[in-house]
């Protein structure tokens, strides 16, 4: 089975092009099934399954939704395999700009708009910067200029990515997706799979539930700014 | 200015040249105290926290460095013209070959028409990915008569068609001023003080209201907006091919602005059924059932049909002037 993760800000068009995308690789016989990560709710499943896709969807809940998808990404391939799947596709939202479920020798995919502004390539980090397909949506509605100028600045932060500028509602573009995801590996099993980079270092008080505030309540891995004083 | 040469540049001397490539460092959080050293240098120079925090390795990262500075000299060095472009038949929606074949110049400009889905999208789509009988249309594209390179195919930097149509907006909170100076820009351009005069001068030929390069994009009118994509696409763009979609009521002078793409040597694609829009076509590409039907070339009558339909125009324009003014039209004809 191949698999491919899909990341990509919120509302930045995910669904709808991993939908689209899989319509076309229906046409050609292939049987793809999808896991939706999110944080506390979803309502992905319900686009999915409307087209008819099969779908599981993860809440990730009180904890951090990408250190949640690394602990259950071996469980995902395992249901993928025993669902007979020629392709599982993973999609979560990277929420925090910081993390990236991206996985060394897993086609890694990432989807921005158009609509972000131009500032947020630089802002995306990780989760961009590492995949191998970037996928930008929602051209239909901005000028050229500003779509030449936003992919100018997502290969100012990846360079070798490859760049496919996709319509998530008439699906234009997808096509040619769907012919880059065909070329994924078969992958039987993750372990020893690595990540292409490291979560965040996230081991404080905050993170075991802690919502007092104030030093003496802060335990663990923590980073204080600097701030300028006043003479 | 080549690879080779590159290679005896500083970090420095480089950025000079790229300044992109100072983004690129500050994307990856790397140190701009260090460009006084040769790349070799500078990499070799980068501690090991540095170097986590970008989650690659020294040479990884010194590869990937090397890949945007290609990326960069092939914007600069290519200057997007192509001499001709020919689109190959494959099948319509039902699978019945294509006997047509469109082959188009630099400065032409060619018009769509057919009924709503009759595939005049998946032939642009066809184009703009550059089809090698690799998609549904099994349609083939050549460039000035050769297969196109691969790297074509994904590389941003060298899209090869522009889209203008009535349901583009700009979004970025800049001014006119400011948004030409960041496209131009990322095209590496020289002189982009004067070159932004220029898009701002052609822009405002192409409609009735002025405005000037202080004001912010978003506040500008639809027809000014329209304007403004034309005459920046023209002067601007890397794609040299154009398609427009739909430009009929865009409040803009539409003669002129194809006249302007024209001029720039791009090939422009236009999906109209505005009869003298049409009739601007060098030639008409007859769209059915996903298919290509045939290729009308404008003929000499009809290049008379175009002077009366643009009377008539002059006329229809007119009277709506004297009914805004308030007169009556019994003295139009």
Not at chain 2, 8 to 32: C, H, V
Not at chain 2, 143 to 156: A, H, K, Q, T
Not at chain 2, 256 to 275: G, Q
Not at chain 2, 281 to 289: D, E, F, I, Q, Y
């Amino acid at each position: 089975m191949k698999l491919l993760t899909v990341c990509g800000p919120p509302s930045s068009g995910k669904t709808s092009v991993i939908t689209k995308t899989i319509e076309i690789l229906r046409q050609q016989g292939l049987n793809a099934g999808v896991v939706k990560f999110d944080c506390l709710t979803t309502h992905d499943d319900a686009l999915y399954e409307e087209k008819g896709i099969k779908n599981k969807v993860g809440l990730s809940d009180s904890l951090c939704p990408d250190h949640f998808l690394v602990s259950n990404i071996e469980g995902c391939l395992r249901w993928g395999i025993d669902q007979g799947f020629d392709l599982l596709i993973t999609e979560s939202a990277g929420l925090c700009s910081r993390c990236s479920p991206h996985i060394k020798g897993v086609p890694a995919v990432c989807v921005m708009d158009n609509l972000m502004g131009i500032n947020t390539p630089k802002k995306t980090g990780p989760m961009l910067r590492f995949a191998d397909i970037v996928v930008i949506t929602k051209g239909d509605i901005v000028s050229q200029a500003e779509r030449e100028v936003f992919a100018f600045r997502i290969k100012q932060v990846n360079p070798r990515g490859k760049i496919l500028h996709i319509n998530g509602i008439t699906g234009q573009g997808t096509f040619q997706l769907a012919g880059l995801f065909m070329e994924a590996g078969d992958i039987r099993t993750l372990k020893d799979k690595e990540l292409r980079y490291s979560m965040p270092s996230a081991l404080c008080s905050y993170c075991l539930g802690e919502r007092q505030i104030g030093e003496e309540f802060q335990m663990g891995s923590g980073k204080k700014m600097v701030f300028d004083e006043v003479k | 200015m080549g690879l080779q040469q590159n290679s005896f540049l500083k970090m420095e001397q480089l950025i000079k040249e790229y300044p992109p490539l100072r983004g690129f460092l500050e994307n990856m959080n790397l140190p701009l105290d260090k460009i006084t050293l040769l790349p070799e240098e500078y990499f070799r120079s980068l501690d090991s926290f540095v170097l986590e925090e970008t989650g690659l390795g020294r040479v990884e990262l010194q590869d990937l460095f090397q890949s945007y500075l290609q990326h960069l000299q092939m914007i600069k060095e290519d200057q997007g013209s192509i001499g001709s472009l020919t689109l190959w038949g494959g099948q319509d929606k039902a699978g019945k070959p294509e006997e047509v074949h469109l082959h188009i110049q630099r400065g032409e400009i060619v018009c769509l028409v057919g009924p709503t889905g009759s595939g005049k999208s998946r032939l642009l789509e066809d184009i703009e990915w550059l089809a090698q009988q690799d998609t549904v249309t099994r349609r083939k594209v050549t460039i000035d008569g050769n297969v196109p390179r691969e790297e074509l195919r994904f590389s941003s930097g060298r899209k090869l068609v522009a889209q203008l149509s009535q349901n583009m907006n700009f979004v970025m909170d800049v001014t006119v001023y400011e948004f030409l100076k960041m496209h131009a820009e990322s095209r590496l351009m020289k002189n982009i003080e004067e070159l932004v005069d220029i898009v701002v001068e052609q822009a405002n030929l192409l409609t009735g209201e002025s405005f000037g390069k202080d004001v912010p994009v978003t506040s500008l009118s639809g027809g000014q907006s329209r304007a403004l994509m034309i005459a920046d696409t023209a002067a601007l763009s890397v794609a040299p091919v154009v398609l427009i979609d739909e430009i009929e009521n865009a409040g803009i002078n539409r003669s002129k602005a194809l006249e302007l793409l024209v001029s720039r040597d791009k090939i422009v694609f236009i999906a109209t059924h505005d009869p003298i829009l049409a009739l601007m076509g060098h030639k008409r590409l007859v769209m059915k059932n996903g298919g290509m039907i045939k290729v009308l070339e404008r003929s000499e009558k009809e290049l008379e049909a175009l002077e009366k339909l643009q009377m008539i125009d002059r006329k229809i324009n007119e009277a709506r002037q004297l009914l805004r003014e308030g007169a009556k039209l019994e003295s139009l004809f």
